[in-house]
């Protein structure tokens, strides 16, 4: 968590510091869970149609791509509504920490987009506004499907098994892009890029788990840590 | 019903009607879904002696009762009908997203009867159906094919089920093709779909499901995977999926090496799944919601194969054109899996095949003339690629080959009856279909398993890896007896199958993967019970999960026995029973497999007829099926 946080209704952080949903196509398997996921969590049925992250799949070439809103400083999608059924979430909610007032999970978290369904009228501006594409209009009812992070513990961030979606501050995320790329161009063996590096960049997930706990501290860990190659054994 | 689509959809090819008719709550409690709701209806629907290739056979498309939830792997369609290939069931399932979006569009199975008269694919979006022409789509290969139907329904997220250019040309052994590499290719069903002239099925559902308890069911998944992630096996699934098997294997002295000649392989570490990770693998990839990544995306580096990449490959089809057929070139045992797969085909068949052809050259039972002049010395890469091609289009020497390796020993084996006899002998397969990557001498509850399996030779029936375990507590515990844990005992080995196969059953009817829930086992009958309560609201227990495994088993062995099938089919070739492990098989050398002693142990363990192998009336009394 950013210190720069003060909680309720004290300074906003700034954007960079925001937290929001990061991906990898290298780490998606395409498995759709997070689409699963985020229909269970906000409609309490199995299906994806109604996902609020959708998987962009390419089988002949193996592209995995998960898309998720970007939560925009100038979002396009907040802006083409007609109607101002979509707003942006301007106050903090209760910081995490704060253990006399815990978090309200129904109340999304800064700079989310958040949609009033009583104002919507489907008219499908926002999917059009998008540019990533990450707006989309529900099966049944015909009204926006924008995600609203689950108020801060998003589901697809926790089903996703490999670590493709991350929920966490920008500006960690940048950092840690940077020295991964560096490490990649580095000519170590142990950080080779191209083919083979995928497989070995590949966390396990009791590694990733305790990366998306504590992310700030350990997020350089699991690129340089893949020497042991595990051995094909009994069954 | 929870956790149900809540519709079959009957398709009429003959006269283009289709149907939707209402799933019977009642029969779903009795044989969930998928593979038992499947074989019930081919019971009841489809006349003992019904050939293969007729119209009267019914192509069966099963979606499981876990299908399209977050269960990690709940992924799994079955195909089922009359087999073109064996004369008896037809069975193959396999994994994906096809399963996922037929659910999601409302249905659990999909019956498709009659021939249509020129080609058609079958569209279903949500309630819409409809049959497309498809003429322009016949002679295109797998990838094509799906990649066309999405171009043309203006949607990359389509699921598509196809069949390739094998299937059309009647190769018995062709498979029906999701996600362009995920087949369902045992027994024929390929086959038997473009003998309807359908193409394939397209498919895409926006709708969901409900639950009975979506907190309860959550929290058992989350348990689940936890259970999952900290499995021993879970990180070399994770970097190799089944592909590690090479080296494992290859360490037992069970391999199929030279056509089940040797137990190990000097070239096991250049074709070995750590290998073709290194080299190849890309990224991982899974199934639908699965948490173990055990796919591979690969790129093939080799100037000889220009832009081949691919999905996978399973163990099965990487030891099949490597191990079997003797070839150690790895990037072209690629480019052979990557062609069975675009012509739609069986790889172990396949690869059976061609190793029966290579091994009928070696002890002189074929000349190279009757060959059309192929070079089938072990490993040779240009004759293995060139019998693909061949196999496919049924040409030349190909045909022989397109029947699977019975039927190809029976027109080879023409002649004196010592030839014949020599030639039969070694086609490896059990009741008409081609025997697995692995020598069941070495591991002797797939060897029984393989015996008695219900739609021929096959592993995945019971998948018994207890034998592995080596843990003899827990065999005493589970089967009487300590020689249960141990592949190369025999004693024991008749419990281990029965209940294997049982769980096999559940899991090809919840549509959920066998890696996890029979080699795995992270859910025994009592987690299962609890997670269909969860599911479904049944107030179901361990033992009634056991029963309805047990009940898929005895109908299927009915449904065999209807064309003939009992104890004397339930065998294998004579290598396995008779012939010791060669020299140069690891710890595996000498062995045999002592077939009848554990089918003696097996039918008494199922209660059935030991003389006879069948279900007894008192057996099919206890489990309902006496009607």
Same mark, same amino acid.
């Given at each position: 968590?950013?210190?720069?946080?003060?909680?309720?209704?004290?300074?906003?952080?700034?954007?960079?510091?925001?937290?929001?949903?990061?991906?990898?196509?290298?780490?998606?398997?395409?498995?759709?869970?997070?689409?699963?996921?985020?229909?269970?969590?906000?409609?309490?049925?199995?299906?994806?149609?109604?996902?609020?992250?959708?998987?962009?799949?390419?089988?002949?070439?193996?592209?995995?791509?998960?898309?998720?809103?970007?939560?925009?400083?100038?979002?396009?999608?907040?802006?083409?509504?007609?109607?101002?059924?979509?707003?942006?979430?301007?106050?903090?909610?209760?910081?995490?920490?704060?253990?006399?007032?815990?978090?309200?999970?129904?109340?999304?978290?800064?700079?989310?987009?958040?949609?009033?369904?009583?104002?919507?009228?489907?008219?499908?501006?926002?999917?059009?506004?998008?540019?990533?594409?990450?707006?989309?209009?529900?099966?049944?009812?015909?009204?926006?499907?924008?995600?609203?992070?689950?108020?801060?513990?998003?589901?697809?961030?926790?089903?996703?098994?490999?670590?493709?979606?991350?929920?966490?501050?920008?500006?960690?995320?940048?950092?840690?892009?940077?020295?991964?790329?560096?490490?990649?161009?580095?000519?170590?063996?142990?950080?080779?890029?191209?083919?083979?590096?995928?497989?070995?960049?590949?966390?396990?997930?009791?590694?990733?788990?305790?990366?998306?706990?504590?992310?700030?501290?350990?997020?350089?860990?699991?690129?340089?840590?893949?020497? @042991?190659?595990?051995?094909?054994?009994?069954? | 019903?929870?956790?149900?689509?809540?519709?079959?959809?009957?398709?009429?090819?003959?006269?283009?009607?289709?149907?939707?008719?209402?799933?019977?709550?009642?029969?779903?409690?009795?044989?969930?879904?998928?593979?038992?709701?499947?074989?019930?209806?081919?019971?009841?629907?489809?006349?003992?002696?019904?050939?293969?290739?007729?119209?009267?056979?019914?192509?069966?498309?099963?979606?499981?009762?876990?299908? !399209?939830?977050?269960?990690?792997? !709940?992924?799994?369609?079955?195909?089922?009908?009359?087999?073109?290939?064996?004369?008896?069931?037809?069975?193959?399932?396999?994994?994906?997203?096809?399963?996922?979006?037929?659910?999601?569009? &409302?249905?659990?199975?999909?019956?498709?009867?009659?021939?249509?008269?020129?080609?058609?694919?079958?569209?279903?979006?949500?309630?819409?159906?409809?049959?497309?022409?498809?003429?322009?789509?016949?002679?295109?290969?797998?990838? @094509?094919?799906?990649?066309?139907?999405?171009?043309?329904?203006?949607?990359?997220?389509?699921?598509?089920?196809?069949?390739?250019?094998?299937?059309?040309?009647?190769?018995?052994?062709? !498979?029906?093709?999701?996600?362009?590499?995920?087949?369902?290719?045992?027994?024929?069903?390929?086959?038997?779909?473009?003998?309807?002239?359908?193409?394939?099925?397209?498919?895409? &559902?926006?709708?969901?499901?409900?639950?009975?308890?979506?907190?309860?069911?959550?929290?058992?998944?989350?348990?689940?995977?936890?259970?999952?992630?900290?499995?021993?096996?879970?990180?070399?699934?994770?970097?190799?999926?089944?592909?590690?098997?090479?080296?494992?294997?290859?360490?037992?002295?069970?391999?199929?090496?030279?056509?089940?000649?040797?137990?190990?392989?000097?070239?096991?570490?250049? %074709?070995?799944?750590?290998?073709?990770? @290194?080299?190849?693998? %890309?990224?991982?990839?899974?199934?639908?919601?699965?948490?173990?990544?055990?796919?591979?995306?690969?790129?093939?580096?080799?100037?000889?194969?220009?832009?081949?990449?691919?999905?996978?490959?399973?163990?099965?089809?990487?030891?099949?054109?490597?191990?079997?057929?003797?070839?150690?070139?790895?990037?072209?045992?690629? @480019?052979?899996?990557?062609?069975?797969?675009?012509? !739609?085909?069986?790889?172990?068949?396949?690869?059976?095949?061609?190793?029966?052809?290579?091994?009928?050259?070696?002890?002189?039972?074929?000349?190279?003339?009757?060959?059309?002049?192929?070079?089938?010395?072990?490993?040779?890469?240009?004759?293995?690629?060139?019998?693909?091609?061949?196999?496919?289009?049924?040409?030349?020497?190909?045909?022989?080959?397109?029947?699977?390796?019975?039927?190809?020993?029976?027109?080879?084996?023409?002649?004196?009856?010592?030839?014949?006899?020599?030639?039969?002998?070694?086609?490896?397969?059990?009741?008409?279909?081609?025997?697995?990557?692995?020598?069941?001498?070495?591991?002797?509850?797939?060897?029984?398993?393989?015996? %008695?399996?219900?739609?021929?030779?096959?592993?995945?029936?019971?998948?018994?890896?207890?034998?592995?375990?080596?843990?003899?507590?827990?065999?005493?515990?589970?089967?009487?007896?300590?020689?249960?844990?141990?592949?190369?005992?025999?004693?024991?080995?008749?419990?281990?199958?029965?209940?294997?196969?049982?769980?096999?059953?559940?899991?090809?009817?919840?549509?959920?993967?066998?890696?996890?829930?029979?080699?795995?086992?992270?859910?025994?009958?009592?987690?299962?019970?609890?997670?269909?309560?969860?599911?479904?609201?049944?107030?179901?227990?361990?033992?009634?999960?056991?029963?309805?495994?047990?009940?898929?088993?005895?109908?299927?062995?009915?449904?065999?026995?209807?064309?003939?099938?009992?104890?004397?089919?339930?065998?294998?070739?004579?290598?396995?029973?008779?012939?010791?492990?060669?020299?140069?098989?690891?710890?595996?050398?000498?062995?045999?497999?002592?077939?009848?002693?554990?089918?003696?142990?097996?039918?008494?363990?199922?209660?059935?007829? %030991?003389?006879?192998?069948?279900?007894?009336?008192?057996?099919?009394?206890?489990?309902?099926?006496?009607?």
């Amino acid at each position: 968590m950013s210190t720069e946080r003060s909680g309720n209704g004290g300074d906003l952080p700034a954007p960079w510091a925001r937290e929001r949903l990061h991906v990898s196509a290298d780490l998606c398997t395409g498995c759709r869970a997070c689409e699963v996921a985020c229909v269970a969590q906000h409609e309490g049925v199995f299906g994806r149609a109604a996902a609020r992250i959708k998987v962009v799949k390419k089988e002949p070439i193996g592209l995995d791509y998960p898309t998720v809103c970007r939560l925009c400083v100038h979002p396009p999608c907040v802006e083409a509504c007609p109607v101002e059924a979509l707003g942006r979430q301007e106050t903090d909610r209760q910081h995490p920490a704060d253990k006399q007032h815990p978090p309200d999970c129904d109340s999304p978290p800064i700079g989310a987009v958040i949609l009033s369904e009583e104002k919507c009228i489907g008219c499908g501006a926002c999917v059009e506004a998008c540019p990533f594409g990450a707006a989309d209009l529900h099966p049944q009812t015909g009204l926006a499907l924008i995600c609203d992070l689950c108020g801060g513990d998003p589901a697809c961030v926790k089903r996703c098994a490999t670590g493709a979606i991350i929920y966490g501050e920008s500006g960690l995320q940048a950092r840690q892009r940077r020295e991964e790329r560096a490490m990649r161009a580095n000519a170590s063996p142990l950080a080779r890029p191209g083919r083979s590096g995928a497989a070995q960049r590949m966390p396990s997930i009791r590694r990733m788990q305790s990366i998306r706990m504590d992310f700030g501290a350990r997020g350089l860990e699991w690129p340089v840590n893949r020497d @042991e190659r595990p051995r094909g054994g009994a069954g | 019903v929870n956790a149900y689509g809540g519709a079959v959809l009957r398709v009429n090819l003959t006269d283009r009607t289709i149907h939707q008719e209402p799933l019977d709550p009642d029969v779903v409690r009795l044989y969930l879904g998928g593979r038992g709701l499947n074989v019930l209806r081919l019971y009841h629907e489809v006349p003992p002696h019904t050939d293969g290739l007729s119209p009267d056979n019914e192509l069966l498309f099963g979606v499981g009762t876990l299908v !399209g939830t977050l269960f990690p792997g !709940g992924a799994r369609f079955n195909v089922t009908a009359m087999s073109p290939q064996t004369g008896i069931l037809g069975d193959s399932n396999a994994g994906g997203f096809f399963g996922p979006e037929l659910k999601f569009a &409302g249905y659990d199975q999909l019956i498709l009867e009659g021939r249509a008269d020129e080609p058609v694919y079958l569209w279903i979006a949500d309630d819409q159906v409809e049959l497309r022409p498809a003429a322009h789509l016949w002679g295109r290969d797998v990838w @094509e094919a799906t990649e066309a139907i999405r171009h043309e329904l203006g949607d990359s997220d389509v699921q598509v089920a196809t069949v390739g250019q094998a299937a059309e040309n009647g190769v018995r052994y062709a !498979g029906v093709f999701a996600n362009l590499n995920r087949p369902a290719a045992r027994t024929g069903m390929g086959t038997v779909m473009a003998a309807k002239n359908l193409k394939a099925v397209a498919v895409r &559902g926006t709708g969901a499901f409900p639950v009975a308890d979506m907190d309860r069911f959550m929290e058992l998944i989350h348990q689940l995977d936890e259970v999952i992630y900290s499995h021993r096996e879970y990180e070399p699934r994770m970097h190799m999926g089944t592909t590690r098997l090479v080296l494992a294997l290859n360490s037992l002295g069970c391999l199929p090496t030279r056509h089940f000649q040797q137990g190990t392989f000097e070239g096991a570490q250049a %074709v070995s799944g750590e290998t073709l990770a @290194e080299r190849f693998k %890309v990224k991982g990839k899974a199934c639908f919601a699965c948490t173990i990544p055990c796919s591979r995306f690969l790129v093939v580096d080799d100037v000889r194969f220009p832009g081949l990449r691919m999905e996978g490959p399973e163990y099965e089809p990487l030891a099949g054109f490597t191990v079997r057929v003797g070839n150690d070139d790895l990037a072209l045992a690629l @480019e052979a899996i990557d062609r069975a797969n675009r012509y !739609g085909m069986d790889a172990i068949a396949l690869s059976e095949c061609i190793a029966f052809a290579m091994e009928c050259c070696q002890r002189g039972l074929l000349s190279r003339q009757e060959a059309d002049g192929l070079d089938l010395s072990w490993g040779d890469g240009e004759t293995i690629l060139t019998l693909i091609h061949k196999v496919a289009h049924r040409e030349g020497f190909g045909d022989l080959l397109a029947d699977g390796v019975k039927k190809a020993a029976e027109r080879l084996g023409q002649g004196p009856t010592e030839f014949a006899q020599s030639v039969e002998e070694i086609a490896m397969h059990g009741k008409g279909l081609e025997v697995f990557q692995a020598d069941p001498r070495g591991i002797k509850a797939y060897g029984l398993g393989n015996a %008695v399996a219900s739609r021929g030779a096959d592993h995945l029936r019971s998948e018994p890896s207890f034998e592995f375990s080596e843990d003899a507590e827990e065999a005493v515990r589970r089967y009487g007896v300590p020689d249960a844990a141990f592949r190369l005992k025999h004693r024991g080995k008749g419990r281990v199958v029965k209940h294997y196969e049982e769980m096999a059953a559940i899991a090809d009817s919840l549509g959920v993967c066998k890696n996890t829930y029979n080699n795995m086992e992270v859910l025994d009958w009592e987690a299962t019970a609890e997670l269909l309560r969860a599911a479904t609201g049944w107030d179901m227990s361990g033992e009634e999960v056991q029963r309805i495994g047990e009940r898929i088993v005895n109908l299927e062995r009915l449904l065999i026995a209807g064309e003939g099938i009992t104890r004397r089919d339930d065998t294998l070739p004579k290598r396995f029973l008779e012939e010791p492990m060669p020299e140069g098989s690891g710890p595996s050398t000498g062995s045999v497999l002592e077939l009848e002693p554990m089918l003696d142990e097996y039918y008494c363990a199922r209660g059935w007829d %030991v003389r006879t192998g069948l279900p007894t009336k008192q057996k099919l009394e206890e489990l309902g099926l006496d009607e």
